[in-house]
């Protein structure tokens, strides 16, 4: 199985809201990351979890805060989102953090902040 | 660091068609390379990947590349393309130290496969 899935594909949320962005992967990795990315433009990395702790933050925002409850499972609890905050979120998985391993994407969360 | 430079933002292409998309990167360390592609609405799949050894690449779909390190190239090639491989793709690289997360990415290709 060398699948990551993300859920919910699509959500709309008011600027005021809470909500949480879930992944999962079953292959064993141990890295796991969260990306943005906007339309027509490449993803950019928010976060990365290496065993389950946070090893990364690229300097998000706090209204954007990563969970990781066990090795298979990547949240990102939403906010106070700004309109701006519009995306399709990508998680991704590899083995470890390190170069040579390839990353697993997901098939994203289409957020629509309004 | 790494950076990553994709020459073509849009390439158009006949079916049956070769096509070339060109990449350049730029890193003081050895890297490791990469293709992903991306089909509308979806997440990235990884087309072929170069860590180390033969510098000619075989991927998925009839993809390969080809890893030229005087140069700092590594150019995706097809032989023959279909409708179906009408999609964005991404080049990227990571440096091959141990501690070296971060993916970097080239702006991306609009290949478009027109009938």
């Known amino acids: 199985d060398t699948e990551v899935t993300q859920t919910p594909k699509h959500l709309v949320m008011g600027m005021t809201n809470k909500k949480s962005l879930k992944c999962e992967q079953h292959?064993?990795?141990?890295?796991m990351y969260w990306y943005k990315q906007k339309a027509k433009k490449p993803p950019e990395l928010m976060f990365v979890?290496?065993?389950?702790?946070?090893?990364i933050n690229e300097s998000v925002p706090s209204r954007f805060s990563p969970e990781c409850p066990n090795s298979s499972l990547l949240n990102l609890h939403l906010h106070a989102l700004q309109p701006e905050d519009s995306a399709l979120y990508l998680c991704?998985?590899?083995?470890?953090?390190?170069?040579?391993?390839?990353?697993?994407f997901g098939p994203g969360t289409r957020l629509t902040v309004t | 660091a790494q950076s990553v430079t994709q020459l073509d933002s849009q390439v158009p292409v006949f079916e049956e068609a070769p096509v070339e998309l060109r990449c350049n990167y730029s890193?003081?360390?050895?890297?490791?390379l990469f293709w992903y592609v991306q089909y509308p609405n979806q997440g990235l799949q990884l087309l072929l990947k170069?860590?180390?050894?033969?510098?000619l690449v075989k991927g998925i779909n009839g993809f390969e590349a080809e890893f030229n390190k005087s140069q700092t190239s590594f150019h995706l090639r097809k032989p023959s393309v279909h409708i179906s491989d009408t999609a964005e793709y991404f080049c990227?690289?990571?440096?091959?130290?141990?501690?070296?997360?971060?993916?970097?990415f080239g702006k991306g290709t609009l290949l478009t496969v027109n009938p």
């Open positions: 991704a998985s590899s083995q470890g953090t390190g170069g040579g391993y390839e990353q697993y």
């Open positions: 292959m064993g990795h141990r890295a």
């Open positions: 979890y290496s065993y389950e702790k946070l090893s």
């Open positions: 890193s003081s360390v050895s890297v490791y």
């Open positions: 170069y860590l180390s050894g033969s510098t």
């Open positions: 990227a690289v990571r440096g091959s130290g141990g501690s070296n997360y971060k993916l970097t």
